[in-house]
């Protein structure tokens, strides 16, 4: 079971720029039964600190985040525990309805160095459907199905760790597969109750979702019951969320 919060907090200035301050949380449970009946916790607490430029040439800006987070099987401020990440993203703006960007993404896990180039698009080939990502981290399409409701499909890639506090010698788990990460696929629905509440369903399937547990010489341990490879499989998830449409009119 997994349990997810997250806020983004944009400040406009009156140049423009926008001070950036958010943070989320995030909870996985393992409950295992079988040879024995474990239940385990990981956890994802993070924040989000940046400023996005605009220059002079109104076609540019730039977006500069600190991403910094604690990622463990407890919440506490041990050394090992805390990561240290970070964002940088350039986008130009072609037209009204295309823009695109480009950038790099960095975060130090348990494993060592991650760093990940991005190329992405936001296009609007008409009022009713929008094409977004940043690959190769996410994509998505969203359809306007009428006055409150969207519909569409979005891709997901995640990488990350979790040091485990109180082993014998350092160990973490890594979120994913070791050479393609996790990835999942969903179609999802929203539908605005107000101008910034809406409620969404989504649902979809996942591809290289595995919680494993590695030692710090990056060697891939099975000895525990509960983080082994596990088969992938359907989800879906349900929410409230508070939102800026950009493309409100």
């Known amino acids: 079971m997994q349990y997810d919060a997250a806020f983004l907090l944009p400040m406009v200035q009156k140049n423009k720029d926008v001070i950036l301050f958010g943070g989320n949380y995030s909870q996985l449970n393992f409950h295992a039964t079988g040879q024995a009946n474990q239940k385990k916790y990981l956890y994802n607490t993070g924040l989000a600190i940046g400023y996005e430029k605009h220059f ?44 695109y960007h ?21 296009w609007k080939p008409n009022d009713k459907l ?31 760790s979790y040091n485990i ?5 350092k160990m973490y788990v890594r979120d994913g597969d070791k050479n393609f990460g996790h990835n999942q696929v969903k179609a999802f629905v929203n539908c605005y109750l107000t101008k910034n509440i809406v409620w969404f369903v989504e649902g979809g399937r996942t591809i290289g979702r595995m919680y494993q547990l590695y030692n710090r010489e990056n060697e891939l341990q099975n000895s525990d019951f509960v983080y082994r490879r596990n088969l992938d499989g359907w989800f879906a998830n349900t929410g409230i969320a508070f939102r800026f449409r950009t493309d409100s009119e």
């Open 130 to 160: 929008n094409i977004w990502g940043d690959m190769p981290a996410n994509f998505n399409v969203e359809y306007k199905l009428g006055k409150t409701m969207y519909a569409g499909t979005s891709y997901l890639s995640i990488t990350g």
């Open 165 to 169: 506090s109180n082993a014998s010698e």
């Open 56 to 99: 002079k040439n109104e076609k540019w800006k730039a977006v500069l985040l600190g991403l910094p987070k604690i990622n463990s099987d407890k919440i506490s401020f041990e050394e090992n525990n805390f990561q240290m990440g970070g964002l940088l993203l350039f986008n130009y703006k072609k037209s009204e309805k295309f823009k």
């Open 102 to 122: 480009f950038g790099l993404y960095y975060n130090k896990e348990c494993f060592g160095d991650f760093v990940m180039p991005l190329l992405g698009i936001e």
